[in-house]
């Protein structure tokens, strides 16, 4: 869920995004903002030698300072109508993720921020690669890199994954409570300024019957917001 604009912040309250890149768990995957991509030495500091770029037109893949055959764009939208996009493209991306990783390769998956687009991709990976429920999966992610946001269209081009491209169970019951729990998510890393944790999200959602929007603003009266 993408909570209103009256329930966030300024940007000066809760200070930029994460700029650095953060190693996901167990793998040679890090997920990071656009900068690093564009910054030779700290790839170099990182042991990155591959990129991956989900960007649209004109967000600078001609930066991106790796080159030729070790840098990959992703032509993706940031908006919740890229769904079909996002969907297209995420199989063969996570193929390009799964060979550099058969390769012993350390790769960089980035977008503007590392926040959704890259973040979706590399969730998809993780699935794939290691097996896991997507929302073991996302947590994973999230566990990296807190700030990580999947617009409501990427996640379910993410259910949509799970199902055709690495075999889970994805019926209407199952879908609804992983679309809750990641709503948890969306509000743990939307109002993280608050300090509001996965557990209290949780606590929210269920006593708001699931309403995200309305169990963000119940967590903010609370804390006296």
Same mark, same amino acid.
């Given at each position: ?5 009256? /329930? ?6 809760? $200070?930029?995004?994460?700029? +650095?890149?953060? !190693? ?6 890090? /997920? ?9 030495? #700290?790839?170099?500091? %990182?042991? &990155? ?5 989900? /960007? @649209? ?7 991106? @300072? ?9 032509? &993706? +939208?940031?908006? &919740? ?8 493209? !995420? ?12 390769? @012993? ?8 921020? $590392? ?16 097996? %896991?429920? %997507?929302? +073991?999966?996302? $947590? ?19 259910? *949509?994954?799970? +199902? ?8 209407? =019951?199952?879908?609804?409570? =992983?679309?809750?729990?990641? *709503? @948890? ?16 999200? #949780? *606590? ?9 929007? %309305? ?11």
């Amino acid at each position: 869920c993408q909570l209103p604009s009256s /329930l966030w912040p300024t940007v000066a309250a809760m $200070g930029d995004p994460q700029k +650095e890149a953060q !190693l996901i768990p167990g793998s040679r995957l890090y /997920l990071g903002p656009r900068q690093v991509a564009h910054d030779a030495q #700290r790839l170099q500091k %990182l042991g &990155v030698t591959k990129v991956m770029s989900v /960007l @649209a037109e004109d967000q600078g893949f001609d930066q991106v @300072a790796v080159e030729g055959d070790n840098k990959v764009w992703v032509h &993706v +939208e940031d908006s &919740v109508e890229a769904e079909d996009d996002m969907a297209r493209e !995420l199989p063969s991306a996570v193929e390009q993720l799964v060979r550099w990783d058969a390769e @012993a390769a350390t790769t960089l998956v980035h977008c503007q921020s $590392g926040i959704s687009r890259s973040a979706t991709v590399a969730i998809a990976f993780i699935m794939k690669r290691y097996g %896991l429920p %997507l929302m +073991e999966a996302f $947590g994973k992610v999230h566990t990296s890199r807190p700030c990580i946001c999947p617009n409501d269209g990427f996640f379910r081009s993410l259910q *949509n994954f799970a +199902e055709t491209e690495c075999g889970q169970q994805m019926d209407q =019951d199952k879908r609804t409570a =992983d679309t809750q729990e990641y *709503n @948890a998510y969306q509000i743990t890393s939307q109002l993280a300024w608050a300090a509001v944790t996965l557990k209290d999200a #949780r *606590n929210a959602l269920q006593q708001a019957n699931g309403d995200p929007v %309305l169990a963000a603003s119940n967590l903010l009266q609370a804390a006296g917001m």
